[in-house]
Nanobody
Framework: QVQLVESGGGLVQAGESLTLSCAAS????????MAWYRQAPGKQRELVAG???????NYADSVKGRFTISRDNAKNTVYLQMNSLKPEDTAVYYC??????????????WGQGTQVTVSS
């Protein structure tokens, strides 16, 4: 059964860091393109960062230089290291498996997400 479980969110102050985890089951993250998304209240879900099966990465302009996506194949987990957090990073963060290079061709059901709140 395919499942995605996000964790690691919390309440932090601006400038601090968090690391989010996305534990996958039912498929191998190493063989799939994986991505992190976020949705702020009243806004659409948006791509934050993606990693292809070959290891290449893609970032939203708003997080370039601050966020890093990575994966641990042995743990079948994808991570999002978030540094220098800003209040505008406040959102619920989700991960998903995507088809090829189309970051919006989702292949799995959404997990519950993890809330990140950044205070100023």
């Amino acid at each position: 059964q395919v499942q995605l479980v996000e964790s690691g969110g919390g309440l932090v102050q601006a400038g601090e860091s968090l690391t989010l985890s996305c534990a996958a089951s039912g498929f191998s993250v190493s063989l799939n393109a994986m991505a992190w998304y976020r949705q702020a209240p009243g806004k659409q879900r948006e791509l934050v960062a993606g990693i292809r099966s070959g290891g290449s990465t893609n970032y939203a302009d708003s997080v370039k230089g601050r966020f890093t996506i990575s994966r641990d194949n042995a743990k079948n987990t994808v991570y999002l290291q978030m540094n220098s957090l800003k209040p505008e990073d406040t959102a619920v963060y989700y991960c998903n498996r995507v088809l090829g290079t189309n970051w919006y061709a989702f292949l799995s059901s959404w997990g519950q997400g993890t809330q990140v709140t950044v205070s100023s």
